[in-house]
């Protein structure tokens, strides 16, 4: 009998919600990580952290022991999920995404590098891929060099956009009515 349970698909269901930022936000990120990736000649670039993942495709993961990865070439950017989130990934971020099955061990990877491909230049956070991580990846993408861009996109994250600033008032606007709130409800006794 041979195997037919897919390594990964695609399931994008039902309507996805406005996310936190316009598309257009997401789209300027993916640019600027484009240009950082142009500057150090890499080709395709595996970002694994909740925060990069989250700043430039919108999906903010939960891993509950599962891997997920934001994959961004020239040309497409994919989150990579586990099934255990249906097309909730799909639904609330701004790029394409392609969900791995359990059905047999590494079908992480074989997504990856069906986006990404093998033998090219490739990004990574060296602050937090794992060592085992690691290992799997020098062995399905069989990169021709490994960069580490996580440097690289903190400096990003740090230089706030009109959007983010924006919502960075509102945030701050809501905590400062909560805090004379409470001033004015403190008493003695």
């Known amino acids: 009998m041979s195997n037919t349970r897919p390594e990964f698909y695609r399931f994008h269901n039902g309507d996805k919600p406005a996310l936190q930022f316009a598309q257009g936000e997401y789209d300027a990120r993916l640019m600027g990580l484009r240009a950082i990736m142009d500057a ?46 249906a097309g909730q990934p799909w639904r609330r971020g701004a790029t394409d995404n392609i969900t791995y099955t359990d059905w047999q061990r590494d079908n992480y990877w074989r997504a990856i590098v069906h986006v990404a491909g093998k033998g090219k230049s490739v990004g990574i956070e060296g602050d937090h891929l794992t060592l085992a991580q690691s290992e799997k990846m020098r062995a399905f993408m069989q990169p021709s060099s490994v960069t580490d861009i996580a440097p690289m996109t903190m400096q990003q994250r740090m230089r706030k956009s009109p959007a983010e600033l924006e919502i960075i008032r509102a945030g701050a606007n809501t905590a400062d009515v909560g805090g004379y709130a409470i001033r004015d409800a403190v008493k003695i006794g």
């Open 40 to 85: 150090n000649g890499v080709d395709a670039v595996v970002l694994s952290s909740m925060h990069n993942i989250a700043y430039y495709s919108g999906f903010l993961y939960c891993a509950f022991g599962r891997a997920y990865a934001l994959v961004v070439t020239a040309r497409e950017a994919v989150t990579i999920s586990a099934g255990i989130d």
